[in-house]
């Protein structure tokens, strides 16, 4: 069983901290695929990540508005290209990951046939903003999702149904703009993956952990579409991260994470802010009982 890392790049097409990711990942290359969508072939530099682009005929147009296509092809070309792969973890550039090696494998056995995918209410008003076009469809479907998650298997095969036989549904709903910021949590909801009211529904369904795999601090956001750019690695920095990675057992990354951003802080809380409870994990690889969905 393999996680698949599903990146989405534009702009200089790069990942701000690829030698972390790097390291990162080889512990765990035995279980680990790494896909990069992209804009433009031609802008890429790093070799790495030209080893691991998609195909020319997976890429299409996209904008920061409107970038589900992107979603569905990295999804689509990932879940294809190896049946092994298990947990989709869809990315950005701004991106990286904030817990241990060990523990990500950890969390990966454990919870191998569970989503991690944090949604609610919408948390604007659809009757006045036109996003994803929220007013034109039955209130009950009036739900938002955090727009970067880990997914089963399961759930990304019904993403794909969904698009193939609802595709006038998405297309709807995408025409309103920042739509991977609802779709996923209609289509689960559709399909009875999920309840209603996010972390405070009663009837939570096991299929799906409504917790966020991205630590992102939206208090202190960048802009109105755009949650804190991490730069300095200062107090408040420091006490996002510490107070969130309490908080939540299923933080596996953070975004977003500037370039600049002391990369010594951030092999910190990978490697020693949480080394003594990574020390006592036991990991025992699960068998594959047929969930994968297929």
């Known amino acids: 069983m393999k996680v698949a890392l599903c990146f989405i790049i534009s702009y200089d097409h790069k990942l701000n901290k690829e030698l972390l990711w790097k390291e990162w990942i080889e512990p765990n290359k035995d279980i ?8 433009d072939f031609k802008k890429i530099k790093s070799k790495w ?3 691991h682009a998609l195909p020319p005929d997976y890429i299409h147009d996209t904008s920061y508005f409107y970038v589900i296509s992107a979603y569905m092809s990295v999804m689509k070309y990932a879940v294809n290209s190896d049946p092994e792969n298990m947990w989709f973890s869809l990315l950005t550039d701004s991106c990286c990951p904030i817990i241990s090696p060990k523990r990500f494998r950890y969390l990966f056995f454990t919870h191998y046939n569970k989503s991690v995918f944090s949604w609610a209410k919408a948390w604007w008003n659809p009757e006045r903003d036109k996003r994803a076009n929220l007013s034109k469809i039955p209130k009950e479907f009036w739900l938002a999702n955090d727009p970067w998650f880990t997914l089963t ?8 149904h969904f698009v193939q036989t609802k595709q006038e549904i998405v297309n709807l709903i995408n025409s309103g703009g920042l739509a991977n910021e609802t779709l996923f949590a209609v289509i689960f909801y559709m399909y009875k993956e999920i309840g209603d009211h996010g972390e405070n529904d009663v009837n939570k369904k096991d299929g799906v952990i409504c917790m966020r795999s ?3 601090d939206w208090a202190r956001s960048s802009s109105s579409t755009s949650p804190h750019v991490f730069k300095n690695g200062d107090k408040k920095d420091i006490a996002y991260i510490e ?4 908080e939540n057992p299923y933080a596996m990354f953070i975004r977003k994470v500037a370039p600049e951003f002391p990369d010594k802080v951030m092999r910190h809380y990978i490697y020693q802010h949480n080394a003594a409870a990574d020390s006592e994990i036991i990991i025992q690889e699960p068998v594959d009982k047929g969930l994968s969905g297929n």
């Open 32 to 39: 680990i695929n790494v896909y990069f969508y992209y804009k």
């Open 49 to 51: 990540i030209i080893d």
């Open 153 to 160: 298997r399961r759930n990304v095969l019904q993403i794909a």
């Open 214 to 216: 991205h630590l992102a």
């Open 243 to 246: 107070k969130n990675l309490n």
